[in-house]
């Protein structure tokens, strides 16, 4: 059974920084990847970032290019989203989901099948 954790979410101020932090377990497939989403009420998922399980390649959305970065710790079988410079835009639930690396498309929920249960990040004063 597949299993993704999240963790790391919570209330910072604008300018602030969180590290949201994804368990997985349960995937075996080699060729996946590792995305993180993020949804606010009334709008579609949004495809935040996404490393390769196989060779580390990384991708990000345009709105967060240079303030957040995504990363791994394979031995552990976790995937690790760096948030800074935090903006009240950024405020949502938060989401990681894995499954066949799709390449460009990684950013359609469509293709990711196994998914954590979200984690609230809000960044307000």
């Known amino acids: 059974q597949v299993q993704l954790v999240e963790s790391g979410g919570g209330l910072v101020q604008p300018g602030g920084s969180l590290r949201l932090s994804c368990e997985v377990s349960g995937f075996t497939v080699s060729y996946s990847a590792t995305a993180w989403f993020r949804q606010v009420p009334g709008k579609e998922r949004e495809g935040v970032s996404c490393?390769?399980?196989?060779?580390?390649?990384?991708n990000y959305a345009d709105s967060v290019k240079g303030r957040f970065t995504i990363s791994r710790d394979s031995a552990k079988n976790m995937v690790f989203l760096q948030m800074n410079n935090l903006n009240p835009e950024d405020t949502a639930v938060y989401y990681c989901?894995?499954?066949?690396?799709?390449?460009?498309?990684?950013?359609?929920?469509?293709?990711?099948?196994?998914w954590g249960q979200g984690t609230q990040v809000t960044v307000s004063a």
């Open positions: 490393i390769s399980n196989v060779d580390g390649r990384t």
């Open positions: 989901a894995t499954d066949f690396d799709v390449g460009s498309s990684w950013s359609r929920p469509e293709y990711y099948h196994h």
